[in-house]
């Protein structure tokens, strides 16, 4: 959508897609380092980080790394795992068919295509990273919120209720993870697409581009 008028970069992290990595190498703190490093290499500058889900986590640390380069930041269905971490994956493979099961209200095609590609993930990998990214959120997330300087897009689509089950975010709720972006960024824009799971810029991309569209002035 926006490769017409802009250079557009989606690389894959470590571990994923084409992109190797060892499990000791898969982090937050390394995926934005990479990120940053991508940023530099390229020579970019007033670049928007657009991050979904894990990747609203990587873009943040990425402006950490190299704010300089950044214009703005987009975090698309985020949350919060709150301030401890208390996370073991014994069984990577049982954990994310039902992580990923449950990302979307009900089942469908491009629903199985996520849990089957979540599922090409290396074990290794996927245990190692997902407690990472816990830990991360404890004790990162509240000050990477905090440092954003620069205009920030929250577009949630999804959050877990207190029975830990992800239900489809209507107009005008609030959320812990909002009420968290509200405390540390106050400037945030916050925009809700409802009646859809957690990956709205695959269920609903014509809503998330044009939300993407204003923040990006096409």
């Known amino acids: 959508f926006f490769s017409g008028n802009h250079a ?9 897609g084409r992109t190797h990595a060892r ?3 898969c982090s937050i703190e390394t995926y934005g380092s990479d990120i940053a490093a991508l940023l530099h290499g390229k020579d970019l500058s007033g670049a928007v980080l657009v991050g979904h889900s894990m990747g ?3 873009v943040l640390q990425a402006y950490l790394n190299a704010p300089e380069r950044v214009a703005a930041l987009v975090l698309i269905d985020g ?3 709150g301030k401890s971490h208390p996370v073991l994956i014994e069984n990577y493979s049982s ?6 099961g449950e990302m979307f209200l009900s089942p469908s095609e491009l629903g199985a295509s996520i849990i089957e590609r979540a599922l ?5 990998i996927g245990s190692a990273l997902f407690p990472r990214v816990a830990r991360w959120d404890a004790e990162n997330m509240e000050r990477s919120l905090a440092a ?3 205009p920030l897009l929250v577009i949630q689509s999804t959050y877990l209720n207190a029975e830990r089950k992800r239900v489809a975010l209507q107009a005008g709720e609030t959320t812990p993870w909002l009420d968290l972006v509200r405390r540390n960024a106050p400037q945030a824009r916050i ?3 409802p009646g859809v799971g957690h990956f709205p810029q695959l269920e609903t991309p014509e809503a998330v581009n044009k939300l993407l569209a204003g923040l990006i002035h096409v």
């Open 8 to 16: 557009v970069h989606a690389p894959d992290l470590r571990g994923h």
């Open 23 to 25: 499990p000791e190498d």
């Open 56 to 58: 609203c986590r990587v």
């Open 79 to 81: 949350s919060f795992q």
């Open 95 to 100: 954990f994310a068919r039902k992580l990923f």
């Open 120 to 124: 090409r993930l290396p074990e290794t």
């Open 148 to 150: 954003v300087k620069v």
């Open 191 to 193: 925009e809700i697409i």
